[in-house]
């Protein structure tokens, strides 16, 4: 008993001052930084914009389409923050011709750009094509831009850039196919610009974010943007079997990402964890394997789709199924 009180303290002792060491690396990478945030005004980019500021961002730009909310936000935070800390910036981020715009504001307004957070997106099935005007068009114009802004080739002096995606359970996208191709494809998008051969002229970091169910406005109105009503009640159901968590775990969890990751490199955060990384398999790794005439050697029962013992060799199609 005598021997546990102080190892206990002194346990926590050591964690107080881990945590202080990583809040201190935390500030290195954020204070200072002038911070551009796409869907700046709501859900996870509110509290990533938060969370830049309590760590000592120098000035921060929110680009959003919500224009109340994105003045409100910005006029809330004068008065905290003072004058002159963040700025709103009225934007589709699905029109390029505004967005070139809005990147010349925020770049003129902080002087120059070292973080975008590339957040801004929809989740609406009936309407898919503005689904994927914002979240591929938009994302992919908002990568272009921080190019443009942050590369080393262009004048700049590097940077990090912070491709929103999601994290996905495959068993879990039924009722989302929209949404979920959207999502994979930042990952696509992510890979190709992170990769060396962008990097070395660059010096831009692309890192990619995965957050898990997250309770933000996106969320809450998820149900009723499905493509169909009858999916609502299975949707719903799916919801129900993970947890949720707060906009402020997955920031919090950000800036413990922006310090440790390498440029490609993918984390998730969910049910309210701390970040971990993920990669995407070299597809040879994933090959399944068969016989000579087809038969399958291989047979993986997971939750999803069953995959069948033996081939049909007499069928001429190379399902095996
Ligand atoms: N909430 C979740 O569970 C969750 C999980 C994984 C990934 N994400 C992703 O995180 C990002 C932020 O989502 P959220 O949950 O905070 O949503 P949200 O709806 O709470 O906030 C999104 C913000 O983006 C803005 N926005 C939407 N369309 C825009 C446009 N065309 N131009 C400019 N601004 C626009 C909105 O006005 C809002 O301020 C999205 O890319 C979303 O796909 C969310």
């Given at each position: 008993m005598d021997t546990a009180v102080p190892q206990i303290n002194n346990r926590r002792r050591s964690s107080a001052t881990e945590r202080a060491k990583e809040l201190e690396a935390i500030k290195g990478f954020v204070s200072g930084k002038n911070i551009l945030i796409t869907?700046?005004?709501?859900?996870l980019g509110y509290a990533f914009l938060n969370h830049f500021l309590k760590h000592g961002a120098n000035k921060i730009t929110i680009l959003d389409i919500d224009g109340e909310n994105g003045r409100r936000v910005a006029s809330g935070i004068e008065k905290s923050y003072g004058e002159k800390k963040v700025y709103f910036v009225h934007v589709d981020v699905a029109k390029q011709e505004e967005m070139i715009e809005a990147f010349e504001e925020a770049s003129i307004l902080m002087n120059d750009i070292d973080i975008v957070i590339n957040n801004a997106g929809i989740l609406d099935e009936r309407r898919w094509e503005r689904e994927i005007a914002v979240n591929i068009g938009g994302m992919v114009s908002t990568a272009m831009l921080a190019v443009k802004y942050m590369s080393r080739e262009n004048g700049g002096h590097g940077g990090i850039l912070v491709n929103v995606s999601q994290h996905m359970n495959i068993n879990n996208t039924a009722q989302l196919p929209v949404y979920a191709a959207t999502k994979h494809a930042i990952i696509g998008l992510s890979q190709s610009l992170a990769d060396p051969y962008h990097y070395e002229k660059t010096g831009i970091r692309v890192l990619t974010l995965c957050p898990g169910l997250t309770e933000t406005g996106l969320t809450i109105d998820s149900p009723n943007k499905l493509l169909s009503r009858v999916m609502k009640a299975d949707f719903v159901k799916n919801l129900e079997e993970v947890s949720i968590q707060t906009p402020y775990v997955v920031a919090r969890g950000l800036l413990n990402i922006l310090r440790l990751g390498d440029s490609g490199s993918i984390w998730v955060i969910e049910s309210g964890h701390p970040p971990y990384e993920i990669y995407v398999p070299d597809p040879r790794t994933l090959r399944r394997h068969y016989k000579n005439n087809m038969t399958c050697v291989e047979t993986k029962v997971g939750k999803g789709r069953a995959i069948t013992r033996v081939c049909d060799n007499t069928r001429t199609s190379m399902i095996c199924a």
């Open positions: 869907g700046g005004a709501a859900g």
